[in-house]
């Protein structure tokens, strides 16, 4: 499956994005989704992912609270809601696909491009 992620941008402390992640081809209904965030100089890091079916979602504790993750199968989507957001979420954002239920990037198959958050007063 390959994955387009957007809806990256520039916000204040405290703001809102919303983060989307299309995939093509006809598979995506039969993977695992995550989100994983990279900021400069430091490991790529798990942020949420959510199961085959929207059921069962996972958050890590820097983004619990104030994430939201969603998927729409119909739409071959996936999103990351962010509400108040600080400086330490500045990173790129990265949508993957798994097979497995899992946090590990190495065992993502698919990533997409990235999409830079920045959080900037």
């Known amino acids: 499956v390959q994955l387009q992620a957007s809806g990256g941008g520039v916000v204040l402390p405290g703001g809102s994005l919303t983060l989307s992640c299309v995939a093509s081809g006809r598979t995506f209904s039969s993977y695992n989704m995550a989100w994983f965030r990279q900021a400069p100089g430091k490991e790529r890091e798990f942020v949420s992912r959510i199961t085959i079916a929207g059921i069962n979602k996972d958050y890590s504790e820097s983004v619990k609270g104030r994430f939201t993750i969603s998927r729409d199968n119909a739409k071959n989507t996936v999103y990351l809601q962010m509400n108040d957001l600080n400086f330490e979420d500045t990173a790129t954002y990265y949508c993957?696909?798994?097979?497995?239920?899992?946090?590990?990037?190495?065992?993502?198959?698919?990533w997409g491009q990235g999409t830079q958050v920045t959080v900037s007063s």
């Open positions: 993957a696909a798994a097979r497995g239920l899992t946090k590990r990037p190495d065992l993502h198959e698919s």
